[in-house]
């Protein structure tokens, strides 16, 4: 079992920032490929970035260049750094990571993006 455990969400004005960030608990670099996803209430979760084990990222065409997803495979740790929030990112925002036989779930930090 791994744990996966998202930190650094909260309320934000339109146009702020936020940085999110997602700590596992074993080596970042045994997984296939790590992810955010997000799921606005009322809708279905949805793919945001993705980092595979190479170190090539992915953005859905909603947050490309606002968007930017990163990792530390000293810390364990991976980030989504969030630029010109807007109202339409409100969310809860996972963290996945990929590996040979399925996907580990982490159970969200909610982003808020409101006056």
């Known amino acids: 079992q791994v744990d996966l455990v998202e930190s650094g969400g909260g309320l934000v004005q339109p146009g702020g920032s936020l940085r999110l960030s997602c700590a596992t608990s074993?080596?970042?670099?045994?997984?296939?490929?790590m992810a955010w996803f997000r799921q606005a209430p009322g809708k279905e979760r949805e793919w945001v970035a993705s980092?595979?084990?190479?170190?090539?990222?992915n953005y859905a065409d909603s947050v490309k260049g606002r968007f930017t997803i990163s990792r530390d495979n000293i810390k364990n740790t991976m980030s989504l750094q969030m630029n010109s929030l807007k109202p339409e990112d409100t969310a809860v925002y996972h963290c996945n990571a990929k590996y040979d036989f399925g996907n580990y779930w982490g159970k969200g930090t909610l982003v808020t993006v409101s006056s």
């Open positions: 074993r080596s970042i670099l045994s997984f296939n490929a």
């Open positions: 980092i595979l084990s190479a170190g090539r990222t």
